[in-house]
C-alpha cells in the first residue's frame, strides 16, 4: 500500500477523494508479476483525470511504483486511486492541485470456476441509475448507486445484478459492463449518459472491430436480455463471465462470449 | 481533528467514504464554545446515516467528542464525517459494519458582511443536477456535481451559483438551500429527486408554519427568479444570504428575508 509513492496505509482526513469522491480509479489483475493491460489502464486513467480536470502523475512516476509493487505482489488485485489532493472547506478544486495517488492490493477474488464455463446468475438491481451526462463513463470515486445495487441482494450464488437507468435502459453490471448477441449482432449499452466504461468494453469493441463484427451500442429495454443468444459481463478481473439465467431465461450455448473470453485472457498488450 | 474519537489526521486508505464517497457529513458553526443547532444536525445526520443503512455513533459518543472539540475551537466552522467504515474490494457493504467518525475544524470563512446586508451576486451553473430519488436530500459525500458546479467561476464577488436539474427546474445553491418569495408566497424547490435538504432550509420551514406563512414546494423554472420579489440563501455557516442579482434582474429590499435571518441567527436550540 502506497500514498503519493511511499509505504503508507492511510490518507488525510482532507483528501477530496474523502471529503467529495473528487477522484479516479482503476481496478487491474496482476498475474505472475505482470499488470494485464496496463497501457490499457493508463489511457483510462489518464482521460478520467482530464474529464475532471486533475493532473495525473505522470506514466514515468506510476510505472516505477507499480514495478516495486508487482515485485512484492506478483499475483493479485491491484488498486489505484488518483484524487485531486488536499482540499481545504468548499467544494471548489484548490487553484493550486497537487494530487493525491494510492495504490493498494487485494487478494484475487476466489469465484467458482464454473461461472467462466457454465455461466452465472445474474440479477435485477431495484435502484436505477440517474443521468449525468458530465460524468457518465469515468471510473469517479461516486459510486454510491453501484453500492445501493450490491446491497440489494446476499446470495451468494448470484455473481452479479444488472443495472438500468431510470428510463429502464439497460446500462450495466454493478461491477461489469454488459454485453449481448441478438439476431448475430453484437449489442452493448450506450454509457454518454451513465455508467462506466471500462478497459474490457474498449477491448472487446476493439476486438469486434477487427473481426469486422458490427456492433450495436444505444438504448435497450431490460426484454432484449431475454430475447438474446448470450450475455456476457466482463471487466478487469473477472475477465468474462457468460450468463447462464436472468429472470425466466436460461442460456447454455456461449460460442461468441468463449470466443471473446479467449481473446480477452490473451496477452495482447 | 479526530478520527474515531482519537486524535488524528489521517484516515485507512480503505475507509469506504474514499473508496466510494459511503458515507455522510455535516458542516456546523461553532461560537462562543457552542455548537449552532447541534440538536438539528445531529437528527440530519441520523436520519442520513440510516438512508444509506450506516451505524450512526450514539449521540452521547458524538456529544463527548464535541464538548472536547468546543473546548479548545470556540469559534469556526466544525465538519463531521461518518463513513460505513474499512471495506476490503467491492460495493458491498460488509456483513458487519463498524463505520469511522471525523471530525475537522476550519477557521470562520471571512465572507464580506455586504453579503448579509446587500445581498450577493448570484450566477447560473451550467452543470445540472441529476435525478436520483434513492439518494436525494442526503448530505452524502458523493459530490462531484457541486465541484463540477464549483469550479465554473472564480470571479471573487459573485458568492453563489445556482442549480439546475436535467429537467431545467430550480433545485439550490452549489453549497446552501434556495428560497424565493413570489406574490406574497415563499417558495423552494422539490429536493425529493435532487440536492441536499439541509438543516437551514428545515429551520425555515418551521419558521413559516410557526407563522402560517404558507410555503410552496414544487418544480420551479429558472424564470421564476427574475419574477420572484425577493430571492435568499441559507445555509448552516452563511445563515442567510439575499441575492442582489441574478441575471438581468436585481433587487434592493430584502424585508422577509431580513426577518427569516434574523430568526435562523437567533438562539432557538
Not at 473528487?22 to 478520467?48: C, I, N, Y
Not at 450490491?150 to 448470484?158: F, L, S, V
Not at 431475454?226 to 478481473?237: H, P, R, W
Amino acid at each position: 500500500m502506497r500514498v503519493n509513492g511511499d509505504v503508507a496505509d492511510s490518507i488525510s482526513i482532507r483528501d477530496r477523494g474523502l471529503l467529495y469522491g473528487d477522484g479516479v480509479f482503476r481496478t487491474m489483475l496482476a498475474e505472475q508479476g505482470k499488470l494485464r493491460h496496463w497501457p490499457s489502464h493508463l489511457k483510462k486513467l489518464q482521460q478520467d483525470c482530464q474529464a475532471l480536470g486533475i493532473n495525473c502523475p505522470t506514466p514515468e512516476q506510476l510505472a516505477v511504483e507499480l514495478q516495486s509493487i508487482l515485485l512484492a505482489h506478483p499475483q493479485g488485485v491491484i488498486k489505484l486511486i488518483v484524487t485531486r489532493g488536499q482540499g481545504g472547506r468548499g467544494y471548489a478544486p484548490p487553484a493550486v492541485q497537487a494530487p493525491h495517488h494510492v495504490w493498494d492490493v487485494f487478494p484475487l477474488p476466489e469465484y467458482p470456476e464454473e461461472w467462466r464455463k457454465q455461466g452465472i446468475k445474474l440479477r435485477l438491481c431495484d435502484v436505477r441509475l440517474s443521468h449525468q451526462p458530465r460524468l457518465a463513463g469515468i471510473k469517479h470515486l461516486n459510486r454510491l448507486e453501484n453500492v445501493l445495487a450490491a446491497a440489494e441482494w446476499q446470495a451468494a450464488d448470484i455473481a452479479e445484478g444488472v443495472l438500468l437507468d431510470l428510463e429502464g435502459n439497460l446500462i450495466e453490471g454493478t461491477r461489469s459492463n454488459l454485453f449481448f448477441v441478438r439476431g448475430g449482432h453484437l449489442c452493448t449499452p450506450d454509457l454518454s449518459r451513465c455508467g462506466v466504461a471500462g478497459v474490457q468494453r474498449e477491448r472487446v469493441l476493439s476486438w469486434a472491430a477487427s473481426r469486422g463484427i458490427s456492433v450495436e451500442m444505444g438504448h435497450f429495454p431490460v426484454e432484449a436480455l431475454a430475447q438474446a443468444e448470450e450475455v456476457f459481463l466482463v471487466n478487469s478481473v473477472i475477465g468474462l463471465w457468460p450468463v447462464q439465467s436472468f429472470q425466466q431465461r436460461r442460456w447454455t450455448d456461449f460460442p461468441l462470449a468463449f470466443e471473446v473470453a479467449e481473446y480477452l485472457a490473451g496477452a495482447h498488450e
